[in-house]
């Protein structure tokens, strides 16, 4: 076991652009404890707390996109989720997702696929929930035509929202507002969650029907995400950009 937790840390420590992006989920936290591992959370389990309370998990089937270091994978099957196809193209991250499916015994619950996802009709793969966090934003950085042009990156972000109708009764989605994560290229003049949610709600329209939008709100025990109403749209710099990302839930028109 101690061989296994060191390389646990290793691949979860290999640097990359998304490294140490995720925390460990509940139960990888257990097997490998706190020492050698730097997490910096982005919320992950108030989001999720957000999510399981909108839909039910229980032997549903998850495609996870840009699963990263699996914590919504993992998560979602202690929940009583029945499988994950967890798509991410960073090679260190599914090794990693990998390794912490057998220590876990999830082994034939989980397919990793090391790869970007083709976000085109040839995907075929049907899902109950498929979660889409923070990843459509990097189109033209991490994955996809470096030469594209930010008024193209909008589009192409709508369709390939859209394209996932077929293959999905619910999404889970969230955009950043930085195209390619770049602050001196925000995708919205400015920058506001009503503008985002404008975006999406005009794009999509006709594919998918916006259940709830969860909004991150400071409380005095911490961050908790709310539905959406007439205060907490407005933007809340104190809070810093990731947590004005609206948390968006919705259910596929064509399924």
């Not at 050698?36 to 996870?64: A, C, M, P, Q």
Request: net charge positive; hydrophobic share 35%; with cysteine.
């Amino acid at each position: 076991m101690d061989k296994i937790k060191r390389d646990l840390i290793e691949k979860y420590s290999k640097n990359s652009k998304h490294s140490q992006y995720q925390i460990l989920s509940n139960n990888l936290r257990k097997v490998v404890g706190g020492r050698g591992i730097n997490t910096k959370t982005r919320f992950e389990r108030e989001r999720l707390d957000y999510i399981l309370k909108k839909i039910r998990v229980t032997e549903k089937s998850i495609l996870d996109i840009g699963g990263n270091t699996g914590f919504f994978t993992f998560e979602l099957l202690e929940k009583g989720a029945k499988y994950v196809h967890y798509y991410d193209g960073n090679k260190e991250h599914a090794d990693f997702v990998r390794l912490a499916a057998k220590v876990l015994h999830f082994e034939d619950k989980i397919k990793v696929t090391n790869k970007y996802i083709s976000f085109n009709n040839k995907f075929k793969e049907m899902h109950d929930i498929s979660i889409l966090l923070n990843v459509l934003h990097h189109i033209g950085d991490d994955y996809g035509d470096k030469d594209i042009t930010i008024e193209e990156s909008k589009k192409t972000i709508i369709n390939q929202l859209n394209s996932l109708k077929n293959n999905t009764t619910y999404l889970v989605f969230q955009l950043g507002f930085n195209w390619q994560g770049n602050k001196k290229k925000c995708l919205f003049e400015k920058g506001t969650k009503e503008e985002m949610i404008r975006f999406i709600k005009e794009g999509s329209q006709d594919n998918w029907e916006i259940l709830n939008i969860g909004v991150a709100e400071s409380t005095k025990v911490g961050i908790k995400y709310i539905d959406l109403n007439k205060r907490n749209i407005r933007r809340d710099d104190s809070l810093g950009e990731f947590l004005n990302r609206p948390l968006f839930i919705l259910k596929s028109k064509k399924t």
